[in-house]
Nanobody
Framework: QVRLVESGGGLVQAGASLTLSCTAS????????MAWFRQAPGKERELVVG????????DYADSVKGRFTVSRDNAGTTMYLQMNSLKPEDTAAYYC?????????????????????WGQGTQVTVSS
């Protein structure tokens, strides 16, 4: 079982930056594909960015391209989301997600049901 724990959310003003972290632990914490999703009140959970670690391929939502950057630490246990130039429309609960290590995919899934593990979420609120 893999456990994902997000941190780093908070309340910031528009234009500010935040860095979210997602720490993975558990029996098989190497997950070939991981992602950040977000969900605003009354809206569906949407992909912010997915990354395939083996190739470095990424899939960013158009709304965050050029502002958000995904990365991970050298140990491969923590994934980060650097968020710059935050906008009020970025306000949402942000979730870390991962694919089970046994799955072999050649694309980055974009919908929540395709992911096997989820964190509890961290709230990001951007005031105008």
């Amino acid at each position: 079982q893999v456990r994902l724990v997000e941190s780093g959310g908070g309340l910031v003003q528009a234009g500010a930056s935040l860095t979210l972290s997602c720490t993975a632990s558990g029996r098989s914490f190497y997950n070939p594909i991981m992602a950040w999703f977000r969900q605003a009140p009354g809206k569906e959970r949407e992909l912010v960015v997915g990354i395939m670690w083996s190739t470095g391929s990424t899939d960013y939502a158009d709304s965050v391209k050029g502002r958000f950057t995904v990365s991970r630490d050298n140990a491969g246990t923590t994934m980060y989301l650097q968020m710059n130039s935050l906008k009020p429309e970025d306000t949402a609960a942000y979730y870390c997600a991962a694919i089970h290590s046994s799955r072999t995919l050649y694309y980055i899934p974009s919908t929540p049901p395709e992911y096997d593990y989820w964190g509890q979420g961290t709230q990001v609120t951007v005031s105008s």
